[in-house]
């Protein structure tokens, strides 16, 4: 399970030497305690750990991490445990580092527009806290009233303004992490750049196994003037794809744009009672936003060439309530899908936009041939579709069904030029996945980097990179995607 | 489009043989950026001829171009379809190259703004120290399968990789573009300039030459006018021209042979007194500085602030270009070249001299 590292360590004595650097309270090794950490969001993998560990100050974390080096016990760490992939999954033999009391704002500066946040604030807690100076933290995730910001980074999180604002990497400026060796390390700077490599870059989105963040220094910038947000029905989902790829032609850069597909808005409508038109076959929501004029000027301009696509309705949110029910039905489209079936599953994949209509008629054929509905909800702007399969865990098979369904949806991605994750992030999940994505020296590449910071391979081992055996043990099952035309691996570069 | 060519298998070959017999390059693209960064010993592998855009989709927001096409060719093929790369790279050069751009890692007015260059790579490919060619990212603005190779190689001066390939995000043009000016002292033009960013305003661009602020307002018509009303200041018969000079180095406050530094720095920091001539660019983060004062000082001053100095041009000793690294930080780098580079035949003392 950890892919090579042993403990050198039993269970009561590394519970003992936890009690030295953490009071009694904070070291949960109880089986039945154990429960509520053996998961993140992604529910269908559980393992217990070890133990679990909730540090409170820089200095338990940098002994907890010296400790779990010297004995050679694999470390997760763990934000608020709502990502999607599986990446914060316990280990049977590992410690469970839960960054959940750092829990503080540590420092605003209005002037510099920066916040230094310990990892374990969530995201929307920093815009609050700084909205009194009109000033906001940018990247908004769906889960941002949960998610924490350092987990944000594990991620590299986006949310739905990215195309304009952009993700986690571009909205941060430095990063205090303890590597596995238990060391300090601050990345990045208060500055735009810093000396040598791009660590900052390297570290955001590297899925918790470079080093563990314990402080982040985020980018503030100012709230809009305003915001203005269309919603677009159109009658066919290529035609609502082909009005994205002409608002960006004309110029504009919206800050949110949404599409989702009938069954997805129906149930959002069904659920959350926000106005969408539910005889559509698919609806775009546009936000603009910045200065009153900037904002006049592109609504208008949007609004005419939404029509001219041949949307069968356009409206304009008239005031802030309005704007609000309109994302109100997108932003609880997964629990509204939630309420359709028993379960549902969210798949992350990143297609080029032109490619968008195809990919739906194929997840289309896909759901029929799987005998599973897929419900489609897309970050429309920047490429990223999620599409929820919908299933019931208590008919035997079906959730293999469904994580079939969903590798077949990757891998459509991959072939099309996309990716198989665009903010979700690879974890557990999407392991086999990456075997499709990456040949064998990208893998080893990623590897070597790795060992640069983790020689030992202590650090949530066995997340995001396979090893090569995985690898071919995925290749050996002859998935027919794997011999397909958009396979990588022995292809000429 | 100029030239356009696939060397990547000659290039492979030149890596493959260069490893074999343990011989460092020195890689170069157009060679306008040769002033930048330490001196190699190593036998020159020109990439300049793996040239052309491999791919442009303007509705999608991404371009993709050989390591070697010339930066003007890229911005001459955006403009067409009134696009641009919105880090506004300095080109110090014709025959600059989109792969030194991004190996250089180099930004200009508009990147506390917009962003930097590696804000806006989106995938590379690249030939790492073992000859092989390999892929990270892709064409698409998400992407977070593996770890973020493509941005780590930009700024990392060809120490890690040959880059063959780079796709890039590229944003339209503003509509309308203008230029104000007011006079103002420096602790001014840096509370006025930060007072500003504070604030939903179409900035792209601020700098101060030690008299007048400059102020760049970007976007719609009507957006730039009503900022125009906000922010106050006139506009002069040289425009827009200013931010081409300082991107360039071509402004007066360049034409000097004493070394010239560039200081990183929190936007809001109060003016630096040290020796020598300021120019403040990035709204207060980038200052330009031509001093004959001791590095030891420089960086000092630099450091204390929260930044860092990098001598950029006409340094004494070509060994201390950047800011050093400390203890752990050097190790890393050491490590991560070592994991990309293990017979150190990439540009070995570009970046630092021991590796």
Partial sequence: ?493 | MSREFDNTIELQQAVISAVAQSRPLNLTGGNSKAFYGGEIQGAPLALGSHSGVVNYEPKELVLTARAGTPLQEIEAVLAQQKQMLAFEPPHFGDNATLGGTIACGLSGPRRPYAGSARDFVLGVRIINGKGEILRFGGEVMKNVAGYDVSRLMCGAMGTLGILLDISLKVLPMPQTEITLVQERSPAQAISVVNGFASLPLPITAACYDGLKLYLRLSGEPEAVAAGRNLVGGSTTPEGNRIWFDIREHQHAFFDSGQPLWRLSLPAHTAPIELPGKQLIDWGGAQRWLVSDAPAATIRQAAEGRGGHATLFRNARNRNEVFHPLTGSLNSLHLQLKRAFDPKAIFNPGRLYPDF
Avoid at chain 1, 23 to 28: H, K, T
Avoid at chain 1, 55 to 67: S, T
Avoid at chain 1, 147 to 173: D, F, P, Q, R
């Fill in chain 1, 1 to 493: 399970m950890t892919d090579g590292a042993g403990s050198n360590l039993d269970k009561l004595r590394l519970v003992a030497a936890l009690h030295s650097i953490l009071p009694p309270q904070a070291v949960i090794h109880d089986t039945e305690a154990l429960r509520p950490y053996e998961c993140d969001g992604l529910s269908a993998y559980r393992q217990t750990p070890l133990v679990a560990v909730l540090p409170e100050n820089q200095d338990q974390v940098v002994q907890i991490m010296q400790l779990c080096h010297r004995y050679e016990i694999p470390v997760v760490a763990r934000g608020a445990a709502t990502g999607l992939s599986g990446g914060a999954l316990p280990l049977a033999d590992g410690l469970l580092l839960s960054l959940a009391k750092f829990n503080r704002i540590l420092d605003i500066d209005p002037v510099a527009r920066t916040a230094r946040v310990e990892p374990g604030v969530r995201n929307l807690a920093i815009s609050e806290a700084v909205a009194s100076m009109g000033l906001y933290y940018a990247p908004d995730p769906s889960s941002q009233i949960a998610c924490t910001i350092g987990g944000n980074v594990a991620e590299n999180s986006g949310g739905v303004h990215c195309l304009k604002y952009g993700m986690t990497v571009h909205n941060i400026l430095q990063l205090k992490i303890v590597t596995m060796e238990g060391e300090l390390l601050t990345i990045g700077s208060q500055s735009l750049d810093t000396p040598g490599y791009d660590l900052l870059a390297l570290l955001t989105g590297s899925e918790g196994m470079l080093g563990v963040v314990i402080e982040v220094t985020v980018k503030l910038l100012p709230v809009p003037q305003r915001a203005q947000v269309m919603l677009a029905a159109f009658d066919d989902v290529e035609r609502a794809a082909t009005a994205v790829g002409e608002i960006i032609a004309a110029g504009i850069i919206p800050s949110g744009l949404e599409m989702m597909d009938g069954l997805a808005l129906r149930a959002a409508e069904d659920f959350v009672h926000a106005g969408y038109p539910t005889d559509a076959a698919a609806i775009l929501l546009c936000e603009v936003d910045g200065t009153n004029e900037e904002v006049s000027a592109a609504a208008m301009r949007i609004r005419d060439l939404l029509r001219a696509q041949g949307a069968v309705e356009v409206r304009t949110a008239r005031n802030d309530a309005e704007r609000i029910s309109f994302w109100k039905g997108r932003k609880n489209a997964f629990p509204a899908v939630g309420r359709i079936a028993p379960d549902y599953y969210c798949m992350d994949g990143t297609v080029p936009r032109k490619r968008l209509a195809e990919v739906l008629t194929t997840i289309g054929r896909l759901s029929s041939e799987y005998g599973l509905p897929v419900a489609n909800v897309f970050h429309a702007g920047d490429g990223n579709l999620h599409p929820l399969i919908l299933y019931d865990a208590n008919q035997p098979g079906e959730l293999m069904c469904a994580e079939e369904l969903g590798a077949e949806i990757l891998e459509l991605c991959v072939r099309v030029g996309g990716t198989i994750t665009g903010e979700h992030g690879v974890g557990h999940e999407k392991l086999h996945q990456m075997c499709v994505q990456f040949t064998s020296a990208e893998l080893e590449q990623f590897r070597a980097l790795k060992k640069a910071f983790d020689p030992l391979g202590l650090l949530n081992p066995g997340k995001a990179i396979p090893q090569p055996r995985h690898c071919s043990e995925y290749r050996t099952l002859g998935r027919e995607v794997l011999t397909a035309p958009g396979s990588r691996e022995g292809s000429p570069p």
